[in-house]
Structure formats: C-alpha cells, structure tokens
C-alpha cells in the first residue's frame, strides 16, 4: 500500500517507493524480499523501530490515517 492505494505485485519484481510516501507490504505467500531505506537515524537499535510497523494492526491504523 502506498498513500492508500493497495496493489498485488508478482515477483521478481523491483519496487520503488519514493522518499516520503506512507507504504506498507504484507506478504500473501512465502517470500524473501530486500529493502533499502534511506533514514538519518544512526542508533542501530531504533532503525526497525522507525522503519517497520510492528503489527498488522498498525498498519491498518497507517492505511485508516492516509483516508
């Protein structure tokens, strides 16, 4: 989901999502999948912390506050 707009991607595929933009991806099947994030944070500890909801449910309230 990007700025609430779900889409259904079949792989190999290479996405890009630009800098900014709310987005989320839920896997529908067994997948392995590389991300590269651009953040100033430099704390090892809290780059998934700022990077990755930590549950489906966070990413419905995302996807609830991009309506």
Same mark, same amino acid.
């Given at each position: $989901? @990007?700025? =609430?707009?779900?889409? *259904?991607?079949? =792989?190999?595929?290479?996405?890009?999502?630009?800098? =900014?933009?709310?987005? =989320?991806?839920? %896997?529908?099947?067994?997948?392995?999948?590389?991300?590269?994030? %651009?953040?100033?944070?430099?704390?090892?500890?809290? @780059?998934? *912390?700022?990077?990755? %909801? %930590?549950?489906? *449910?966070? $990413?419905?309230?995302?996807?609830?506050?991009?309506?």
């Amino acid at each position: $989901m @990007v700025d =609430g707009v779900r889409s *259904e991607l079949t =792989g190999p595929a290479c996405v890009t999502i630009v800098a =900014g933009k709310h987005h =989320g991806i839920k %896997a529908l099947t067994n997948v392995s999948w590389y991300c590269i994030h %651009a953040t100033d944070c430099t704390d090892a500890q809290r @780059v998934d *912390e700022l990077l990755i %909801a %930590a549950s489906d *449910e966070d $990413m419905s309230a995302i996807g609830r506050s991009m309506l």
